[in-house]
């Protein structure tokens, strides 16, 4: 944990002074200089829309799975495509907050816009894995 924290510091700098938004175009600078699109990813844990059904208070999995087939699943596979900043999206957990990630569902093609803190690489051994889960730990940390 202690190695991670000096890359995420690295990153965003050691200015106690410095916001959370330049810190946040920090690490988004760095993430478009450093990943290699596209890459696999899933969900960290289930997304918003999922909680009800994962969690309990629905009696069927019949509409889960139907739900699913229209909307993304942090179960699912995808390509992460690319990231920008500053976006809105339905799916994101912290719209506004986070950074959006475009990515296309592998299974049968339909794109969405996630939060990038909301989502890990499937090669846990790759740069990119590394990258994503460092931004998700910062992510957490400066809320």
């Known amino acids: ?9 690295a990153i965003i700098g050691n200015d106690e002074a410095a916001s959370v938004e330049d810190q946040m175009t920090a690490f988004y600078e760095h ?5 290699k699109f596209p ?6 844990e289930d997304f918003n829309w999922e909680e009800y059904y994962v969690f309990g208070g629905h ?8 739900l699913k087939k229209t909307q993304p699943s ?3 596979r995808y390509d992460l495509l690319g990231i920008e900043k500053g976006v809105f999206s339905e799916w994101m957990l ?16 339909m794109e969405f816009c ?16 590394k990258l ?10 400066s809320r």
Do not use: C, P
């Open 1 to 9: 944990m202690k190695a991670q924290w000096k890359r995420i510091e």
């Open 31 to 35: 993430l478009l200089r450093n990943f």
């Open 39 to 44: 890459f696999e990813v899933t969900g960290i």
């Open 59 to 66: 009696e069927t999995q019949v509409e889960y799975e139907q």
């Open 74 to 76: 942090y179960q699912d």
């Open 94 to 109: 912290f719209h506004g907050n986070d950074i959006g990630a475009y990515v296309k569902r592998k299974s049968d093609g």
């Open 114 to 129: 996630l939060g990038l803190s909301e989502l890990k690489g499937v090669d846990k051994k790759s740069a990119n894995a």
């Open 132 to 141: 994503l889960d460092d931004f998700a730990v910062f992510f957490a940390n």
